[in-house]
Structures are given as C-alpha cells and as structure tokens.
C-alpha cells in the first residue's frame, strides 16, 4: 500500500502562491493521486486528481513528475479561507482490494 | 443533488455499549466507504462497499462491521466501544471503487464514548 508523507504545517500570506508537496515512494502503476481540503468538524472535499504530469482546475494545479514518486498541489493566490488541512490520497490495491491511504495532511495557515 | 448525508451528526455513548452510524449515498452512487478520523490525523480507512459486497477492508478489528442495503445507503455498527473509538466517522460515495474515483464525503458523525 502506498504511504505517504506530508509536511504538518505551512504558513502563507494572502494573495501569495502555497506550494504543498506530498512524497509517495511506492506508489503502484495504477494509483491515481488525489488532493482532499478539510475544515473543521467537516468531511474532506475533493480539491483535484491526477495521474501523471500537470493537471489544473478552477481552484488548484497538481503537478506529477515522471516518476510519480511526489506530487505537488499548487493554490494561486491564496485567501483566509484556504486556511485548512490539505490531505493527499494515493489509491492502493491489497488482495484485490481498493485500499485507499490518506496521509496526516498538512495544515496550512493563511496570514492576512 | 443532495450530497452524501450521515446520521447522527452527533452520539455519545459509553463504553461497551453498540453503536449504528448511517449514511445515504450521492444518488447514483454504487460504492460506499467508511472512515474513521481521530482528532489530528488523517482519515483511517474502514470499509468501502460496492454493491452490497465489501470490496475493501482496513486494519480494524472484529468489533467494526457493516453492510450495505439495495438503495446502496450504508450502515456502520461498531460494538463493546471503547474509549479509543471516540472520533469523527466519515462515510464517502463514489459510483465504482478505483483509485480513480472521486470519493464524495459527507459531514461526519461526532461520536464520543465516556
């Protein structure tokens, strides 16, 4: 099963780009990677997914290298509310099983 | 559309007593997973149904199970709780079960047991 690996924490200023990168050493040829935002006493809500090089959306970019080892979730010009826990899920397969693995996230705090 | 809803928002119960936590799917959802997230940590995953079989189980013990009905609603039922299983349970749908499904989540169940 994949596992991945977070920094806890950020700190960010309004207007400014947060780069959060999440490392997943042994990631599987079939696992996509997907970026989840939480707030408080709230259930994760889905940022972006990707499989391989550079996705964007409306709110974020995901940026994948080749060897799909880290992935790095890009939000332009963040706003107090960004302010959340950031999670990145890589899917894993045991036994035939989706296994989905959640890191610990990373909590970041936007300054005004 | 509705989202994915849960209940109870909130529970307490104490120990050694039985628990059902309940969660509707996204309409048009097959797959429903359960989660379990103790305060600080990411979520732990539980089980995820599809089609009424369980297609995935995580690294709880016996005393955690549910099931699936023919509406694909979902129902967790977790036994003799314990202090630890004090945490916010997380239901989330999808309409198959792969890595490149987005699971949808609902708002959680609060549940604390005293």
């Known amino acids: 099963l994949a596992k991945t690996t977070q920094p806890i924490s950020m700190d960010s200023y309004e207007g400014q780009e947060v780069n959060i990168t999440c490392s997943h050493n042994n990631i599987a040829t079939n696992d996509y990677i997907t970026w989840y935002q939480q707030f408080p006493s709230q259930g994760p809500r889905f940022i972006i997914q990707g499989y391989k090089t550079k996705v964007t959306n409306e709110v974020a970019s995901l940026f994948i290298p080749a060897d799909r080892k880290s992935s790095t979730l890009s939000l332009p010009r963040v706003s107090l509310s960004d302010t959340a826990v950031y999670y990145c899920l890589v899917g894993g397969v045991s036994g035939g099983s989706y296994i989905p693995t959640f890191g610990r996230g990373t909590s970041l705090i936007v300054h005004p | 559309d509705a989202g994915v809803t849960q209940s109870p928002t909130h529970l307490i119960k104490t120990r050694g007593q039985h628990v059902t936590l309940r969660c509707s799917p996204i309409?048009?959802?097959?797959?429903v997973s359960w989660y379990q997230q103790v305060l600080g940590q990411g979520p732990q995953f539980i089980f995820q149904?599809?089609?009424?079989?369980?297609?995935g189980r995580g690294n709880f013990p016996d005393r955690f199970s549910a099931r699936q009905f023919p509406n694909y609603s979902s129902e967790l039922n977790v036994n003799a709780l314990l202090l630890g299983d004090s945490a916010l349970y997380l239901c989330?749908?999808?309409?198959?079960?792969?890595?490149?499904?987005?699971?949808?989540f609902g708002p959680g169940t609060r549940l604390t047991v005293l």
């Open positions: 309409s048009g959802h097959k797959s």
């Open positions: 989330a749908s999808s309409w198959v079960t792969s890595g490149r499904d987005t699971q949808y």
């Open positions: 149904y599809y089609e009424k079989e369980e297609r």
